[in-house]
């Protein structure tokens, strides 16, 4: 039997942003991630979850 597997990973990393308010941080800190320039390293994993369900029995479209 075939199973779907989904391994989820959460990973954190700190960061340094200078802002005027929260609100501005977070703003700063989605542009930075978006542009590249805030990168997460793998090693800094905090959480994993593996979900398994039975693989959907998808059968081949039908050909014209």
Do not use: C, H, K, W
């Amino acid at each position: 039997m075939q199973y779907t597997v989904i391994i989820e990973e959460t990973v954190s990393e700190e960061f340094t942003v200078n802002a005027g308010s929260i609100e501005e941080a977070e703003t700063t800190a989605r542009t930075l991630y978006r542009s590249g320039e805030f990168v997460l390293d793998p090693g800094n994993l905090e959480e994993v979850r593996f979900l398994v369900s039975p693989a959907a029995n998808r059968e081949p479209p039908e050909s014209d």
